[in-house]
């Protein structure tokens, strides 16, 4: 047998495989709620940490280097001082998402989904709000921010209130949920697709997909693409749908502490993170990564 063959083989026992789980979460999630979901999480700026001094750092703004350590020497930990005022936040938090992690080829950080008000802000404006008479609606915003994570919020909600909708995070193919089943589709044909009619389309600007797919683009009844501020990603095409264009909101130093929870100590200091650079998740990740294992 080629080596083609085998290629092809493989291929086509991935496709069973995606479309068997896309089928099983169907059954298991449509209108039915998230079985492992906390409701009441709150995290305060006690935990994540408060300024001693103004803090000094030997990385500066413009730097980009996450190999440089970070000290933790002007932060203190537990109640702050009679000066600073205690803040909590209070959010949700849906758990164990591996299912999705699997189909939609996310990073495993995305197993946990903290929810954060944008999220449901920006929902309630789609369905009732004042962007619920537009049929394209693209969000955009800062890398990081949580701009992916919003879709995975929308389709969680959606599944759960047994209302269709697709989602592509693969230039390849994209996923349906409706009253029929969970099914995989290929983007690869131009042919109107009748299941999206009915379908709220979630479509994922990232590295593998620059716009969303010519069947989502067609017959949608609302299409929702998140995306990063580069016109390239959504301007050519947006122009002939009558697009509305909504920037997503930064997430607070409270909502970055609850995304990266981890315990007190491998905290790292949050809030000069967030004042120096912005609150940008991937780094304050990939610095709690390293003090994990450290």
Known sequence: MSSDEDDVKV?????????????????KFWTRPWPDIDLDCTISNAE???P??????????????????????????????AETKLET???SCFKNLESFTTILGLDPLSRVLVVRKEYIDLYEALTNGILSSNRTVIVTGQPGIGKSEFLIYLLLRRLRDGLPTAIQFRHSHYLIFDEKGGAVRFTGSDLPDPRLEKCWALADSNDKVETPCVAFRGGVEKLVQAASPDPSRWKRWVKYHLGYRVVMALPTALEIGAIVRLPRLRRPR????????????????SYARQRQHA
């Open 270 to 285: 949050l809030c000069a993170q967030v004042g120096t650079l912005g609150p940008r998740r991937p780094r304050s990740l």
């Open 11 to 27: 291929e086509q026992a991935n496709v069973r495989r995606l479309r068997d789980q896309v089928k099983a979460l169907h059954l």
């Open 48 to 50: 994540i940490g408060h």
């Open 52 to 81: 001693v001094v103004q803090p000094v750092d030997s990385i500066g703004a413009e730097s980009d280097d996450e190999s440089v350590p970070l000290v933790d020497d002007d932060f203190a930990y537990g109640t702050p001082p």
């Open 89 to 91: 936040l209070v959010y």
